[in-house]
Every structure is written in structure tokens, then in C-alpha cells.
């Protein structure tokens, strides 16, 4: 697949039905947000970050269903706004807004307006319905979908939150020509993580894309395509109870750095370096062949991800170690045995672990097939 004209299958909106609610993907998307916001039958509050791409989209959306100025709450957001505080806000928006039981409460913003309103939706009078218009890469492949929310503690990242389904999600793929360029790129690294759990198809696809500037890239096939990955898994698994984990593959690394890092690290950024420490643990482990490992990491590199981390690797121990006491005390992986087959629940030696952190402080083993 070259860069090419979108696939006329899905140059309109896809609905996934794998969750019980639509999740649909496309370009024009707005008309159908103001209709289901009209036929959902319940007084809309619209709840946006302050961004002043996305507060042009809610307004959009906002000025047909002819909504009161206080049924709009724009809130500042941010990582390090993602607390209570926020939520507090977003609450206290709804209340002057006169919301009761029966509002519905419209997101419209990247993955931490999703955690974040979608908490808020989640608690105000013990919970109203709540939809998601996804605005960033990383909000329409993985933060919308799939129904956790919540937001950071001083003690740590995502540490208050409840699952809490949405009514729907729309993911807005022409509001990415806003996105700042490395949003976009680190976002893509969610969408290489769901193409190693899917294999060989989605993983093809990027493989031809990758030299291709993004301006090229057929967007709502690929958006589809990852976010069938997540659904799928997510269907299967809503509270996390097992097979769920897969879709932290890359993540116990990329977590450990963004802690490490004090978040200066972007988490994108620190899933494609977990992605090669899990990549560098599977072969150490006797999984996964190098042509697999060296394929993830020719991708990675020609989407200009990073692969390597100047944090000591005693530091990125310490975080991940930190981590472990609140799973149970063990250190676990989700480890790739091949592209498209995917292991979870991996313990692996300290000494193992070690030893991949420090290869990630030198230049990847190989970038090229
Ligand atoms: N709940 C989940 O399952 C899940 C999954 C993955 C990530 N997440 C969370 O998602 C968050 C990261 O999401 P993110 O990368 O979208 O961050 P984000 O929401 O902070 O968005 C990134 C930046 O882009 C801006 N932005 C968003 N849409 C824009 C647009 N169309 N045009 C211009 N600017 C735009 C935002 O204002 C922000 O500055 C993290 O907090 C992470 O924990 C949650
Ligand atoms: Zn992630």
C-alpha cells in the first residue's frame, strides 16, 4: 500500500460495533456530532480544552445545537492539569450550567480532555452520559476508546479513575492538520504498538508509509485500523482482567522513563523505546526472532521515533520498581513473540532487565531489515 487516495470504503465515517458504541472515523464528521447530539434526546453540555484549534471545533459543533454560553466549559489543560482540580472544574461548569441526570456531556479534545471529562461525566450525580470528539492521534487510536478515565495524583500517573463507557466517539481526522507535528509522531507510535499486537496487515501498511511525508497518509484507514486493534481486545477484556494487558506492550518500559524522566520524557516518545526494551527482553528470552525485532525498530526509525534514553538505567529501575509495588510486587512484561502474537504477563529477572536498560542507552542494534 503506497500513499494513495483514501480507501472509498472508508472515506465515510466507520461505526464499530465490537463495544456496544459507535466509534466512527472520518473527515466531516461534524454534521453527524450535531445530529446524534439531537437525537441522543438530552440537554448537551459541551466541555472543551482551551487549545484554540479545539475550542474552534467545539464552537462548531456548539452553535447549531443552539447551546447557552455556560452549556460550553473550556477548560485549560495540559499533563500537569490532569488532577482533580480539573475535574473539579469541569463539575462545577456542569452544575452552573444547570446539567442533571439526564445531560449529555460532549468532550471535544486529545487523550487528556477524554481521561479527563470522561471522569467528570462519570461522578457528576453519580454518572451522566458522556461522548468523545477525539482531536488528537493518540485520543483517536487508543485514550477514547475503550472506557478508562481518570486523572493523575501527585503519587503517580492515571492513580484516580473509573472505567466508564462513552455513548459514542467521533474521531475528527481532519482536526489532525492542527496537531502539532510531534503529537502526531509520538501518536503514531500507539498505532506501531497496535500493528505488533495485530501483525502482518496494519504493520505492512505502515512499513509502506513510512517514507511517505504524513500529508500523504491515507489517516482515516489507518485511525480505522488501530482502532479495531484496541476494540477488538477491549471487547473482549473491558475491566482489564487479562488478555486487556497486551495493549500495554512497550509500556512498563515507557512508563518507567516518563517517571524517571519527571514527564519531560513525552509518553509517545517512551513507547517507542519501551517498544524496542520489550523487543530486546522477547530476544533475550529465547521469543522473538531478530528479523521481527529488527522490522519493529527499521519502522520505528523511519517514523523518526526515538529508540534510545540518556536516563541512567539505575533510574529507570528505581521508577519501574516503584510500579511494581502497586501490581502485586512483580515485575511483569508483555513481551512480542512474533509480529501479530503477543504474550502478557511475563516476569523476567532483574538482571535481564538490567541489561536491556542499558542497551538502551546505546544506538539500536540494527534499524534496517
Ligand atoms: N484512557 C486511556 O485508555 C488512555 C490511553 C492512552 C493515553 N491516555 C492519556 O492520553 C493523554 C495523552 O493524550 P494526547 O497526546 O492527546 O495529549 P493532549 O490531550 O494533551 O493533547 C496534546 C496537545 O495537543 C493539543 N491538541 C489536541 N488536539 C489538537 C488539535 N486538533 N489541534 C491542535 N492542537 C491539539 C492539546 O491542547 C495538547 O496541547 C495522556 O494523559 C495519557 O495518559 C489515556
Ligand atoms: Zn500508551
Redesign the pocket.
Known sequence: MVAQEEDPDLRFPIVNDDLGYPVMVGDGLRDRIVAFARTFGAPVVVAC?D?A??RR?AEAIAKPLRLKQDAVVTVA???SR?RLATVERVLDGLCAAGADRHTLLLGV???????TFGFAAATYMRGIAYAHVA?????MV??S??G???VNLPGG??LAGVFKDPVAVFCEVP??Q???FR?LR??LA?VVKAAIIEGEELFDALETLSPHSFGRWPWTTVIAAAVKVKSAIVADDRQEAGIREVLNLGHTFAHAIERASAFRVA??AAVAIGLRGAGLLALRTGRFSERDHFRVLGLLALLGLPLRTALEADAIFAAMSADKKRRGGKLRFVLPRAIGDVEYGVECSERAVRSVLARLQRAPEAVRR
Do not use: F
Request: charge should be negative; aromatic fraction near 0%; hydrophobic fraction near 30%.
Open positions: 480544552d487549545n484549534h479545539v471545533l489543560l495540559g499533563e490532569k479534545g486529545g487523550g487528556v480532555a477524554s481521561d482531536t488528537s492521534l493518540v485520543a487508543d485514550a476508546i475503550g478508562k478515565t481518570g500517573k492515571n482536526a489532525l492542527t496537531l502539532p503529537s509520538e501518536g500507539e509518553h509517545g
